[in-house]
């Protein structure tokens, strides 16, 4: 189990936008300047959840589109996937 950091930090206004530092927390999940994060925003219990992309290079004759469909379809029967697994 991964230990739990909680860090508080203030909203600051950085030009026309509202952001917040947090390089130490972003050092902790290896993430560097020029990284791709993944950010999901949980309006109902007013939660950001930031996630480290890993960046894959698709094999030749792979197209991003399959990806996008396969992914949909894996969360769509994400149950029934699972429950085949374990048979």
């Not at 972003?26 to 020029?34: P, S, T």
């Not at 004759?61 to 992914?71: N, V």
């Amino acid at each position: 189990m991964s230990k739990l950091n909680e860090i508080e930090r203030k909203v600051t206004k950085f030009g026309n936008s509202l952001g917040i530092t947090m390089t130490d927390a972003l050092k902790q999940l290896g993430l560097e300047a020029g990284d791709t994060v993944r950010i999901d925003v949980h309006q109902s219990d007013g939660e950001i959840v930031i996630k480290k992309v890993n960046k894959v290079d698709l094999p030749t004759g792979i197209s991003t589109d399959f990806l996008d469909t396969l992914s949909h379809v894996m969360e769509k029967y994400d149950e029934t996937l699972k429950g085949l697994k374990d048979r």
